[in-house]
Structure formats: structure tokens, C-alpha cells
């Protein structure tokens, strides 16, 4: 074979290929299109139905959150979530088609993933409504024992129930869920301990005076 045929099978062959590859290319881009036109359709539909619950003044008129921007702040996230999960979902097909099956692979753990990041982004969101209307339960309940002592319970009542939330976000996710899971445990033995500490030291005066009386009566 001399250099002239040589370099005719070189692009016959590329050609070939290439010819082959076409319909391939072009149908995962066809599914790739049609993955972004239902993304931004998903985007619009959770959006209008977001606009429609009016969920920032919902909010807003039961003072759980101060303003609408973080209302909005995570409808905006969770519109995200979906949308670009609607994209993974048609762009693995595509990149199967495109023969990129190590891109495929990555993108169906990425796509099994974010069922995790969903609830998260919703316990997140629930945390932050406990946390909010516990400060204000704690606010309004103690009220009697001054402005200043009143918004100190309360904030530390909101950021107990925002690390718990923390907590419980991190292990959905499964980052350091040993750890957070030790952690967890270390807190909750602490507050134990400590409730038991001050419930013994409180009332040891009267521990000791039923013990009296109950002296008393058995004599």
C-alpha cells in the first residue's frame, strides 16, 4: 500500500465514521432540545404556580418571615432543582447517544443525587419556619420579663432550631453523616446531663423534705 492509498483509507475511513456518528449527534441533540424546552416549561409552571398560592404574603402576614425576598429566595431554589433536573434527565439519553457513557454515568449519580438536595432544600425551608415562629412563641411568652430578655430567648430558641435543621440537612446530604451523627448524640447526652445536674441541684431541698415526711409517717 503506497502513500496515495494510505491516505485515501485514512479518509474514507473518517468519513465513514463520521457519517455514522451524524444520525447519533444529531438525535441526542433533538433530546437534549426537547429536555431544555420542558425545563424552562417546568420552570414557568412551578413559577406560576409559586405566584398563584401567594405563599410570600401567606408568610409574611404571620410574621415568619421579616420580608418576602426569602420567600421568594427559595421558590426560586426549589423552581431550580427541578428545571435542571428535568435537563440531567434527557441529557443522560444524549450522552448516550453521543457514546459518552463515562459522562453518563456521572450524570445518573448527579440524577439519584438530587432527590437528596430536594428534601434538604425542604427540610431546610420547614426548619426555618419552625425556628422562626418558635422565636416568636418565645417572644411573646415570656414577655413579662422585659423587651431584652424577651428577643435573647427567642433568638437562642430560633438558632437551637436552625443548628438542629443544620444537622439534619447535612446527614440528607451524607456529608460527615458519622460525625454529625456523634455530634448529635454528644448534644443530646449534654442537655441530659445537664437537666439532670440542675433538676438534682434544684431540688435536692425538696427531695429532702419529702424525704422527711415520709420519715415522719413511718414512725
Do not use: C
Amino acid at each position: 500500500m503506497n502513500i496515495f492509498e494510505t491516505i485515501q483509507y485514512i479518509i474514507t475511513t473518517a468519513l465513514s465514521t463520521t457519517a455514522r456518528f451524524i444520525p447519533n449527534l444529531l438525535g441526542g441533540l433533538v433530546i437534549l432540545v426537547i429536555g431544555l424546552i420542558l425545563a424552562q416549561i417546568v420552570r414557568k409552571g412551578l413559577s406560576s404556580i409559586f405566584t398563584f398560592l401567594r405563599l410570600q404574603d401567606l408568610f409574611k402576614s404571620t410574621n415568619l418571615f421579616e420580608d418576602t425576598t426569602t420567600v421568594r429566595l427559595w421558590e426560586d431554589v426549589l423552581v431550580e432543582i427541578a428545571a435542571w433536573g428535568t435537563v440531567i434527565l434527557f441529557l443522560v439519553p444524549a450522552a448516550e447517544a453521543w457514546g459518552l457513557t463515562k459522562v453518563s454515568d456521572v450524570l445518573n449519580s448527579l440524577l439519584l443525587y438530587l432527590p437528596n438536595v430536594l428534601i434538604a432544600v425542604i427540610i431546610a425551608f420547614v426548619g426555618a419556619i419552625l425556628a422562626n415562629l418558635a422565636q416568636n412563641v418565645v417572644v411573646n411568652s415570656v414577655e413579662s420579663l422585659g423587651q431584652k430578655s424577651s428577643k435573647t430567648f427567642g433568638m437562642l430558641a430560633k438558632y437551637t432550631i436552625l443548628f438542629f435543621t443544620g444537622l439534619v440537612v447535612l446527614n440528607q446530604l451524607g456529608v460527615a453523616q458519622d460525625l454529625i451523627r456523634i455530634l448529635f448524640t454528644g448534644i443530646i447526652a449534654m442537655l441530659a446531663i445537664a437537666g439532670g445536674l440542675a433538676f438534682g441541684l434544684g431540688g435536692q431541698v425538696h427531695a429532702r423534705e419529702l424525704l422527711d415526711d415520709v420519715k415522719k409517717h413511718l414512725k
